[in-house]
């Protein structure tokens, strides 16, 4: 049988010790995947001279799915965020960041299920790079929403919730004040919801989304957002169920999908191994589902699951004292 090849992106800061923990985890669960490695951001940028070399783009564009840990993007110096030249160039649309309780995590919720499909290509970060001081006291940025962009990620969220048999989609915007821009995602988003009558839908202002799923979070199921509102709210599902350790995102385009963490390469606990690795092992098992890989998939869980029910091999952010490693370990023991 040909292995499977998936280009790995181990990324900056924590991000090559937490993408070798979910590499090491895959392989001890008989993935028997070929890894094709490939550089970005500040170690790619100290090797080539640049952010996001053209071989990097040629190996992501090759296998069609990639695993990529958190990327640095310096701040100021012109450079453009290296993660969104990636879902601009492969036209990763729609951006999937599911939130799961597990038991033994220590968060103040339970039985948390929520999945934010944020519109990856469009809004206030598509004009991001575009954004322009016009005198030394102020400047102005783009926010682009378009009808195809905006039908296509409203389909995405919507077929998704059929094909998961999720009962629920809230369609997060604030058409209140910005009109024409979330006024048409909201328009669109809403003609879509008409094609799906056996789905519940539901329109929420983003700044009451915040409260109420501080408050009430049971009564979300699936949010569709555009891009900012998107990036924001799945911060803050991911402290619902234990903090960003725990948060995996799928980039979802037509031909490539990039499988990674929602959080950053967290420079102030970099090289000390102690970073949580599920944020990227949860996104390999995105991965293995997008493969339709389901018992490597399932297999994993179930040890991530047993793993944080023990309490007793678990990461700092989750209240325990052990390394990357020995939690990986652990992992392992238990699949
Ligand atoms: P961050 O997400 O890296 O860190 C925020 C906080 O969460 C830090 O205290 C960090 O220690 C903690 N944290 C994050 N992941 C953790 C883990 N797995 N285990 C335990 N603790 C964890 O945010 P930041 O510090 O604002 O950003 C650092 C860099 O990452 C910036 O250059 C930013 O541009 C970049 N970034 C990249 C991505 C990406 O590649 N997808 C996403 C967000 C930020």
Redesign the pocket.
């Known amino acids: 049988m040909t292995q499977r090849s998936i280009t790995v992106l181990p990324?900056?800061?924590?991000g090559p010790s937490?993408v070798a923990a979910a590499i090491k985890i895959l392989d001890a669960a008989g993935c028997q995947f070929q890894y094709d490695y490939a550089d970005a951001?500040l170690s790619a940028l100290e090797k080539y001279g640049e952010l996001l070399p053209q071989t990097t783009l040629d190996l992501i564009a090759k296998n069609k799915v990639a695993l990529?840990?958190?990327?640095?993007?310096?701040?100021g110096g012109g450079f453009t965020?290296?993660?969104v030249t990636l879902r601009k160039h492969f036209n990763l649309y729609a951006n999937l960041r599911p939130v799961v309780s597990f038991a033994g995590t220590q968060s103040r919720f339970e039985n948390i299920d929520i999945i934010t499909i944020r519109e990856n290509t469009e809004g206030m970060y598509s004009g991001a790079g575009q954004t322009r001081a016009l005198d030394n006291s102020s400047a102005e940025a783009m926010s682009i929403i378009t009808h195809e962009g905006a039908e296509r990620i409203s389909e995405f969220a919507y077929q998704l919730a059929v094909k998961e048999g999720r009962k629920k989609v809230t369609i997060v915007h604030k058409a209140n004040i910005l009109k024409s821009t979330s006024g048409l995602f909201l328009e669109v988003a809403r003609e879509v919801a008409l094609r799906y009558p056996q789905i519940e839908t539901n329109e929420m202002i983003v700044d009451a989304v915040c409260m109420n799923l501080v408050m009430y979070p049971e009564r979300f199921d699936i949010i569709v957002t555009t891009n900012l509102f998107g990036d924001i709210i799945s911060d803050l599902c991911a402290g619902l169920i234990g903090?960003?350790?725990m948060a995996p995102?799928a980039n979802i385009g037509k031909e490539v999908a990039i499988f990674?963490?929602?959080?950053?390469?967290?420079?102030?606990?970099a090289g000390q191994n102690?970073?949580?690795?599920?944020?990227v092992i949860l996104a390999a098992i995105q991965l293995l589902e997008h493969l339709n890989m389901q018992d490597q998939a399932e297999l994993i869980r179930a040890a991530i699951k047993k793993t944080l029910a023990q309490g007793k091999t678990i990461?700092?952010?989750l209240s325990g004292s052990a390394s990357t490693t020995e939690f990986t370990d652990a992992i392992i023991a238990n699949l």
């Open positions: 990324g900056d800061g924590i937490i951001g990529k840990g958190p990327l640095t993007t310096p701040i965020s290296i993660n903090g960003l350790g995102g990674e963490a929602v959080h950053g390469s967290a420079p102030d606990i102690i970073a949580n690795p599920c944020s990461t700092q952010d």
